[in-house]
């Protein structure tokens, strides 16, 4: 099983006990989906196929060890430049797993909710997200929040609009603006900012992902492929947690 990787710990002595505590938030960046694909030499599309039934996978792990909160980034906003065809397969199996595990989602007490810039779906996916949403709304064990079409600084820029346009409006004055007024304009308003960032595939980069939200959160950065992401994966990025001391700046 390949093991979290954090390059705070590549080098150097191992880390001290931490703090113990196991995250309310998860977020994970889902990737490997077509290196996964190619290094068996099968079309993107089964990449694509296989990490959604490790998105299943990992929700019903999510949900089994007390995690609250789980995001997760299915589709950014720099996604719409991929060739036409993989667009197409994307939010074919979009609809499949919209229309397919609404029924465990919610049989298992999970709450879906949907981020991002969803004028740029197709209308019949955003009514599914919405029956999807509306199915699911008093549902309490897990809240899962997938990002499509979503960008953070996009997010970002939208926030500081609405704001601008109360302002304009009359209804704030721009001097009372702070912190929690912006994050009130965040589609994650009514959601805690996330404790853990996972994720897959090797890479060591945030991706554009939750840019606001994520500024103290810890990261774990993992070797393995999206499609082969476990339960036990799940486990051992919370184990990894669990070590870490947080300061949120603070001297220790």
Not at 18 to 31: K, L, N, S, T, Y
Not at 173 to 193: K, M, N, V, W, Y
Request: glycine letters at 8%.
């Amino acid at each position: 099983m390949s093991q979290p990787i954090s390059t705070a710990l590549t080098i150097g002595p191992a880390p001290e006990p931490g703090d113990g505590a196991a995250p309310r938030h998860v977020a994970i960046i889902m990737d490997g989906n077509g290196r996964w694909a190619q290094a068996k030499g099968l079309p993107r599309t089964i990449g694509h196929r296989e990490g959604a039934e490790a998105l299943r996978r990992a929700v019903r792990a999510a949900a089994d060890l007390g995690i609250e909160y789980l995001t997760v980034f299915g589709f950014s906003s720099e996604n719409w430049k991929r060739p036409a065809a993989e667009i197409t397969d994307l939010m074919g199996l979009l609809r499949l797993y919209l229309r397919r595990e609404i029924d465990e989602i919610d049989r298992n007490g999970v709450r879906l909710r949907v981020i991002g810039d969803r004028d740029r779906l197709s209308p019949d996916i955003n009514k599914l997200i919405d029956t999807a949403e509306a199915r699911t709304a008093a549902n309490r064990r897990l809240c899962l929040t997938v990002a499509l079409s979503y960008g953070g600084r996009a997010e970002i820029v939208r926030a500081a609009q609405k704001l601008a346009q109360k302002v304009a409006a009359g209804e704030i004055a721009a001097d009372s603006i702070d912190e929690d007024a912006f994050q009130r304009c965040l589609f994650t308003a009514d959601i805690p900012d996330p404790d853990l960032v996972v994720r897959t595939s090797g890479e060591k980069r945030i991706s554009n992902f939750l840019l606001w939200q994520c500024a103290y959160a810890e990261y774990v950065f993992m070797d393995k492929l999206w499609p082969d992401f476990s339960g036990e994966d799940l486990k051992s990025a919370l184990a990894e947690f669990a070590s870490r001391k947080r300061r949120y700046g603070a001297a220790g």
